[in-house]
């Protein structure tokens, strides 16, 4: 009994060691570095608020900063999740003059956000998606084609409606030199494209919290993607919107205040920043899947407000693999404990629960693996069980020993 209270005592003080170093992943001391906060807005288009996008203009004008515009040449007339043949209407010559002034001020940059921005289907939303090659190869180059002749702007950036698009849309792009997709995390990639990705991670209300965040991640170049629509202004639509344009005006002004903080364009971060490349959403995609099987209080508060660059990954894995390598050893000692004080006189009672413990693992890494019944809590139960497996078959082993040789408990 003293060897395992002695065993317990030991595993408990790595146990409290390992939580530490799981703990201090998330708390480094801030840096000199720089934090790079990219604005989207998505939806300008013939039928979009005039008033609200050129104040909008006007502030960043003023900040001496850039916004990426995700502007669409031939919005359709009617509701856009309506897959029914509408009337198309191109930008008119005026909207195209607030564009054109407002890249040459430097004030916006132009991103082509679909052709139509209207689904192609009747059960689904997506634009891009789903269709063949030559006909998304004709949209992008006509919508590219149609931005670039009217408003004097390069257009390499390109934002999908409701952020969906597939690989025959990245060959697309590839094709007629564009330069940057900037959809949503879980964007389609591929890994031999020249493409580069910024992905969307924070809406407005999130952005103070996302520069904190920032602030304290072991990321050397911080990216936060801002991505907002002209209804969430309380001017466009009073009951849905979220933030009047005084407000915004304000976070734009408090952004530019802070010295460590650069507002870019999608383009512009494009320039500045290393590694926007496939390799760093592949990364992101594996580090947002993998966050999944920690328990939230293991989990940053804003855990999408970042694009962290792609070692971010590593540190999530450590996380991973130590709380349930902790975990086994708790169920491990449990097991031998439980063996030890309770089913010491029955040896079949044993075996059976080690193989019920192993039984229950392997039902819990089907179910992982297939997707059904995957959470935290129920991987946590199958970390238990194996290292409780893994004690009662020790357990076992030590009886039977100590049966043979005579000797005194284990």
């Known amino acids: 009994m003293k060897n395992i209270i002695y065993n317990m005592y030991a595993l408990i003080t790595i146990i409290g060691l390992c939580v530490a170093l799981i703990s201090g992943c998330d708390k480094e001391s801030e840096t000199s570095k720089q934090v790079n906060v990219v604005f989207r807005m998505d939806d300008y288009s013939a039928k979009s608020p005039t008033d609200i996008e050129e104040k909008i203009i006007d502030t960043f004008s003023n900040n001496g900063a850039t916004i990426t515009f995700g502007v669409i040449p031939f919005?359709?007339?009617?509701?856009?999740?309506?897959?029914?043949?509408?009337?198309?209407?191109?930008?008119?010559?005026?909207?195209?003059?607030?564009?054109?002034?407002?890249?040459?001020?430097?004030?916006?940059?132009?991103?082509?956000?679909?052709?139509?921005?209207?689904?192609i289907y009747d059960n689904r939303n997506s634009e891009f998606q789903g269709l063949d090659f030559e006909s998304q190869l004709e949209?992008?180059?006509?919508?590219?084609?149609?931005?670039?002749?009217?408003?004097?702007?390069?257009?390499?950036?390109?934002?999908?409606?409701?952020?969906?698009?597939?690989?025959?849309?990245?060959?697309?792009?590839?094709?007629?030199?564009?330069?940057?997709?900037?959809?949503?995390?879980?964007?389609?990639?591929?890994?031999?494209?020249?493409?580069?990705?910024?992905?969307?991670?924070?809406?407005?209300?999130?952005?103070?919290?996302?520069?904190?965040?920032?602030?304290?991640?072991?990321?050397?170049?911080?990216?936060?993607?801002?991505?907002?629509?002209?209804?969430?202004?309380?001017?466009?639509?009073?009951k849905s919107g979220t933030i009047t344009y005084q407000d915004f005006s304000g976070l734009l002004s408090w952004l530019k205040k802070q010295e460590d903080v650069r507002l870019l364009s999608i383009h512009q971060a494009n320039d500045i920043i290393k590694n926007l490349d496939s390799d760093r959403l592949l990364s992101n995609k594996r580090h947002y899947s993998l966050a999944n099987f920690l328990p939230s209080l293991l989990i940053s508060k804003n855990p999408v407000t970042l694009y962290p660059e792609s070692q971010i990954f590593s540190d999530v894995l450590i996380k991973v693999s130590l709380l349930y390598i902790i975990l086994a050893g708790?169920?491990?000692?449990?097991?031998?404990?439980?063996?030890?004080?309770?089913?010491?006189?029955?040896?079949?009672?044993?075996?059976?629960?080690?193989?019920?413990?192993?039984?229950?693992?392997?039902?819990?890494?089907?179910?992982?693996?297939?997707?059904?019944?995957?959470?935290?809590?129920?991987?946590?139960?199958?970390?238990?069980?194996?290292?409780?497996?893994?004690?009662?078959?020790?357990?076992?082993?030590?009886?039977?020993?100590?049966?043979?040789?005579?000797?005194?408990?284990?």
């Not at 991670?201 to 911080?222: G, H, N, Y």
């Not at 890494?365 to 959470?375: D, N």
Request: glycine share 8%.
């Open 75 to 119: 919005v359709c007339l009617g509701p856009a999740l309506d897959a029914s043949p509408q009337v198309l209407l191109p930008i008119p010559s005026e909207k195209c003059d607030i564009l054109r002034e407002g890249f040459k001020a430097g004030a916006l940059e132009i991103a082509l956000h679909g052709y139509s921005h209207q689904t």
């Open 139 to 238: 949209r992008l180059g006509n919508g590219k084609k149609f931005l670039e002749e009217m408003t004097g702007a390069p257009v390499t950036t390109f934002v999908p409606p409701w952020n969906k698009y597939d690989i025959n849309t990245l060959r697309a792009l590839e094709k007629l030199g564009f330069s940057t997709v900037s959809a949503g995390m879980d964007g389609v990639v591929i890994k031999d494209t020249k493409l580069n990705f910024l992905p969307a991670t924070a809406e407005l209300f999130q952005v103070r919290d996302a520069v904190k965040t920032a602030r304290i991640s072991s990321d050397k170049q911080p990216v936060i993607v801002v991505l907002f629509h002209a209804y969430d202004f309380k001017e466009v639509d009073e």
């Open 330 to 410: 708790i169920g491990m000692i449990i097991g031998m404990v439980t063996s030890k004080t309770v089913f010491l006189k029955n040896t079949t009672f044993m075996t059976v629960s080690a193989i019920g413990s192993m039984a229950l693992l392997v039902f819990l890494i089907v179910c992982l693996f297939s997707g059904v019944l995957a959470s935290p809590k129920r991987i946590v139960i199958g970390s238990v069980a194996f290292g409780a497996g893994i004690g009662i078959c020790l357990a076992i082993m030590l009886k039977r020993k100590t049966n043979k040789s005579g000797i005194g408990s284990f």
